[in-house]
C-alpha cells in the first residue's frame, strides 16, 4: 500500500483556492499510484478556531464533491480538514472520502483547553481498511495523548496517521514522543503537517509546550 501525507500551506479562509491546492495535491499523488492521501488538520479553512464559526460547514456540503468524483474514478481514499456543523457546536473534522463509498467524518475526540471555547469533541473513533490495512486518524492533539494510540490500538489497527498543525515547539514533541510509541507498539505513525501561517498557533502550541513540561 502506498501512503501519501500532504505537507500543504492553506490560505487563511479561503476555502475555494485551498480546495483547488488539495485537487492539485491529489493529482500528483494519483500518478503515483498512491492508495491514500491524508491532509493537516483543518486544512481546507486553515487553522483558525476564531473564525470558525463562519468557515464551518456541513459534512455533506456538496463543495466537497470533486473529492468523491477522483476518488472514485482513480480508487484513491482522500482525507481532509474541515470544521463540520453538529447539534452541539463545530467539530474539527477530517472528511473522508472512499471510492464508491458514503462519505465518512473523523471529528477530533479529545480537545486542548484552548480549543474548547470555539469546537466541540467527537464521539467515536473511525477506521479505514485498505487492502487488508486497518488505519486509524487522530487530529493534532490528541495524537500526544496515549490514551487516543492505545484506543486505537486495541481495536486492531495496524497503521495510525496524525493530522496536525504544530509549530516547532509541537513537532519536536512528536519527533520525540511517535518514535516512542511506535516502537513499543511496532505500530508505523505518520504525521501530517503544515507548511506556513496558522492564527495565533505558536503561541497556542508555545503554552502547550510549557504546560506539558511542568
Not at 156 to 171: E, L, N, R
Request: net charge neutral; hydrophobic share 35%.
Amino acid at each position: 500500500m502506498k501512503i501519501c501525507i500532504a505537507q500543504t500551506k492553506s490560505e487563511k479562509g479561503n476555502i475555494q483556492r485551498n480546495i483547488e491546492n488539495h485537487l492539485d495535491f491529489i493529482e500528483r499523488a494519483i500518478k503515483l499510484k498512491t492508495d491514500l492521501i491524508v491532509f493537516p488538520e483543518l486544512s481546507i479553512t486553515n487553522y483558525e478556531p476564531d473564525f470558525s464559526k463562519e468557515l464551518a460547514t456541513d459534512a455533506e456540503s456538496n463543495i466537497f464533491y470533486p473529492f468523491q468524483e477522483l476518488s472514485n474514478k482513480n480508487v484513491i481514499t482522500i482525507g481532509i480538514g474541515m470544521p463540520t456543523k453538529v447539534t452541539d457546536g463545530i467539530n474539527i473534522s477530517m472528511l473522508i472520502f472512499q471510492p464508491n463509498k458514503e462519505r465518512t467524518v473523523y471529528s477530533k475526540q479529545i480537545l486542548h483547553s484552548d480549543e474548547l471555547p470555539y469546537f466541540v469533541s467527537g464521539k467515536n473513533q473511525t477506521f479505514l481498511t485498505i487492502n487488508g490495512v486497518k488505519i486509524a486518524i487522530g487530529i493534532c492533539y490528541e495524537t500526544l495523548q496515549r490514551e487516543h494510540f492505545l484506543n486505537a490500538k486495541n481495536q486492531g489497527t495496524d497503521i495510525y496517521i496524525a493530522s496536525v498543525a504544530k509549530p516547532k515547539g509541537g513537532i519536536e514533541k512528536a519527533y520525540n514522543y511517535f518514535p516512542q510509541i511506535a516502537a513499543e507498539f511496532n505500530t508505523p505513525i505518520l504525521i501530517s503537517n503544515y507548511v506556513g501561517h496558522c492564527d495565533n498557533l505558536y503561541e497556542y502550541w508555545t503554552k502547550c509546550y510549557l504546560e506539558q513540561k511542568r
